[in-house]
């Protein structure tokens, strides 16, 4: 919607300042340097406007990326995070671990949360860091991660999987 509404604006500008253009020859020198003032200030909104497209566009794309490194990095946790307490003695049960990945505000690394039931019905959380790119391996997910079960911590580790 905000791309139409701006290429309807871009349009309307355009269209104006091609109607300034084609006036001035036969117009009076004060008439003429109205409407050089008029195509000028049609040229700072077309400007603007651009820039405004182009920020939009660059946000949207951010917030892509940031939604499909969330959602990589969640699912490797998941994967991950089940092995790490199936190997500690906690398996997970059926149901596996929730888990959400936050990008913090400088997308410089991902905030990990996630919880379960082990299959003796106690509750398992994992949480950690990462600022792996997800991807740059597919076998293990590297940062900072503890994995607890009823609140009492059962393992840390630099790597999920691998």
């Given at each position: 919607?905000?791309?139409?509404?701006?290429?309807?604006r871009?349009?309307?500008?355009?269209?104006?300042?091609?109607?300034?253009?084609?006036g001035?020859?036969?117009?009076?020198?004060?008439a003429?340097?109205?409407?050089?003032?008029?195509?000028?200030?049609?040229?700072?909104d077309?400007?603007a406007a651009?820039?405004s497209?182009?920020?939009?566009?660059?946000?949207?794309v951010?917030?892509?990326?940031?939604?499909a490194?969330?959602l990589?990095v969640?699912?490797?946790a998941?994967?991950?995070?089940?092995?790490?307490?199936?190997?500690a003695?906690?398996?997970i049960?059926?149901d596996?671990l929730?888990c959400e990945?936050t990008?913090t505000?400088d997308a410089?690394?991902?905030?990990?949360?996630?919880?379960g039931?082990?299959?003796?019905?106690?509750?398992?959380?994992?949480?950690?860091?990462t600022s792996?790119?997800?991807?740059?391996?597919i076998?293990?997910?590297?940062?900072?991660?503890?994995?607890?079960?009823?609140g009492?911590?059962?393992?840390t580790t630099?790597?999920?999987?691998?």
């Amino acid at each position: 919607m905000l791309r139409t509404r701006n290429s309807r604006r871009l349009g309307l500008v355009a269209t104006v300042g091609a109607f300034a253009l084609f006036g001035v020859a036969a117009c009076s020198e004060d008439a003429r340097e109205d409407a050089r003032q008029a195509v000028e200030s049609i040229a700072e909104d077309v400007g603007a406007a651009a820039e405004s497209v182009v920020s939009n566009v660059q946000e949207g794309v951010g917030e892509a990326i940031d939604d499909a490194t969330e959602l990589a990095v969640r699912n490797l946790a998941a994967e991950y995070g089940e092995r790490e307490f199936d190997e500690a003695g906690y398996p997970i049960d059926d149901d596996g671990l929730a888990c959400e990945a936050t990008a913090t505000d400088d997308a410089a690394a991902l905030d990990i949360s996630c919880s379960g039931m082990t299959e003796d019905e106690s509750e398992a959380a994992l949480t950690g860091t990462t600022s792996e790119i997800p991807g740059a391996s597919i076998t293990e997910l590297e940062g900072e991660f503890t994995g607890s079960v009823d609140g009492g911590e059962i393992f840390t580790t630099d790597r999920l999987g691998g």
